[in-house]
């Protein structure tokens, strides 16, 4: 019930492409959905987040899908660069009261030249 | 307004030490969430703490573990008699009274067991 599930686990795409992450869910009461990305050597940063009350959001290059219906959301960076690469967790909580944040077991982006 | 401050950033223990990972929390932070990350391995959520209470201390392993969050001072996450499985990186997270949104994590503690 608490688990954020995700896939790929390895990506590994050309610069100028479009990385596509996605994540599945089960607890319906979850309405808090980040991305965090993490460089090595670094803690995770939380790059975007989505509530299900939209279906998508956009900040610069990266976008968030969400649909509720069927509990996915997903992750798609447009025009990814080298400096895209690092690994990236979705995750879920129950944003608006005291809870923690469960994450997914990450993907590793590569982007190539 | 300074992060999440994590200290040390490495530590290095024998087999059977102790060790002690301290967290000071983003200003206006009330809230602490400690993470485990092995290598190569994900974010696993140990123990959820506020000043002075332990609110969720599902995924803290059941002997050698403790955390506090004191009324004055850091959070300390403290391992007794470490053992080479415990080498990994842990990370404290904190958030906002009355919500995990603006949940922000720390560098992080190397911990090796040598």
């Known amino acids: ?113 | 307004n300074a992060g999440v401050m994590q200290n040390p950033r490495h530590l290095v223990r024998r087999r059977g030490q102790e060790a002690r990972l301290r967290c000071s929390p983003m200003k206006g932070h009330s809230h602490v969430y400690w993470y485990r990350q092995l290598p190569e391995e994900g974010l696993k959520f140990m123990v959820y703490l506020q000043k002075e209470n332990i609110i969720d201390e599902s995924g803290m392993p059941k002997e050698r573990f403790s955390a506090e969050f004191p009324k004055e001072g850091p959070s300390i996450l403290r391992i007794q008699q470490v053992v080479r499985g415990d080498s990994a990186a842990y990370f404290c997270a904190s958030s906002p009274p009355y919500s995990s949104y603006g949940y922000t994590f720390g560098s992080g503690t190397r911990l090796t067991v040598v």
Not at chain 1, 13 to 41: L, R
Not at chain 1, 73 to 102: E, N, R, W
């Open chain 1, 1 to 113: 019930q608490q688990q954020v599930k995700q896939s790929p686990q390895s990506l590994i795409v050309q610069k100028g492409g479009i990385s596509i992450i996605n994540c599945a869910y089960e607890n319906t009461a979850f309405d808090y959905f980040p991305w965090y990305q993490q460089f090595p050597g670094k803690g995770p940063a939380l790059l975007i987040a989505i509530r299900p009350d939209v279906s998508e959001k956009k900040e610069g290059r990266f976008t968030i899908s969400f649909n509720k219906s069927a509990k996915q959301f997903s992750l798609h960076i447009m025009d990814s660069q080298p400096g895209d690469s690092a690994t990236y967790f979705c995750a879920a909580s129950m944003g608006a009261s005291y809870d923690k944040v469960i994450f997914g077991p990450g993907t590793s982006l590569s982007v190539i030249p």
